[in-house]
């Protein structure tokens, strides 16, 4: 029972375009949602989160969207940068339980 | 600021030796969570803990058991090591409260092959 899916294993994308990654979740008991980013051979770093509370959240060149209804999120890079290629999984948590579910990740890889 | 610190970084088991992941984090974070990755896939919960003495599990625990006696460490035992255990461990923490702030800690993993 895959709770958090990220159903595009891969991405690829011109420099300087946008990166749209998106995850979808099951349970509704999830109340905020973080994105991670992940090279090879080191821990996830985090990049930005989002609270059910918001549907919007922006930093810099990231921006994390949320749709409860559809529940679904996404991850927006404008612009994107080779140095931005990596893994990026995206995550539910409950702040309930404590428990935080990962999705399965996309590898982006953003050409010069 | 260590953050958090993983040992071994690599582990090569025999089927059916046992083994124990160190996690320890100096943050004093109360949440503390085990991960594994297996190649190509996304993190699988096994363990995680609210607090010292409170220990829950996660999607994948099967094969493994947690302890909590403080709040700086959350080991990780493996007592019959099969070689589907063969993953890379993270161990992450996080501040009560802190869920979107700064987000979860992760260490730099522990690469385990059991053979």
């Known amino acids: 029972d895959q709770q958090v899916k990220q159903n595009s294993p891969s991405l690829s994308v011109q420099e300087g375009r946008i990166s749209i990654l998106n995850c979808d979740y099951t349970?509704?008991?999830?109340?905020?949602f973080l994105w991670y980013k992940k090279y090879p051979a080191e821990g996830p770093t985090f990049l930005i989160s989002?609270?059910?509370?918001?549907d919007k959240n922006e930093d810099g060149r990231f921006t994390v969207f949320l749709n409860k209804s559809a529940k679904h999120l996404s991850l927006h890079i404008v612009p994107s940068q080779p140095g931005d290629s990596a893994v990026y999984f995206c995550?539910?948590?409950?702040?309930?339980?404590?428990?935080?579910?990962f999705g399965q990740g996309t590898t982006l890889q953003v050409k010069p | 600021n260590a953050g958090v610190t993983q040992t071994p970084k690599f582990r090569i088991l025999k089927i059916g030796q046992s083994m124990t992941l160190q996690c320890t984090q100096d943050?004093?974070?109360?949440?503390m969570y085990w991960y594994r990755q297996d190649p190509g896939m996304g993190l699988k919960l096994i363990y995680y803990?609210?607090?010292?003495?409170?220990?829950d599990k996660g999607e994948v625990p099967n094969g493994y058991n947690v302890s909590r006696s403080t709040t700086e460490d959350f080991p990780l035992r493996l007592e019959l090591a099969a070689p589907s255990q063969t993953s890379v461990y993270f161990c992450a923490s996080r501040r009560s409260g802190a869920e979107t702030t700064n987000g979860y800690t992760f260490g730099s993993g522990t690469r385990l092959t059991v053979v």
């Open positions: 995550a539910a948590g409950s702040s309930n339980t404590g428990k935080l579910i």
């Open positions: 943050m004093n974070h109360n949440y």
């Open positions: 803990s609210v607090g010292a003495g409170i220990t």
């Open positions: 349970n509704s008991m999830f109340d905020y």
């Open positions: 989002i609270s059910s509370i918001k």
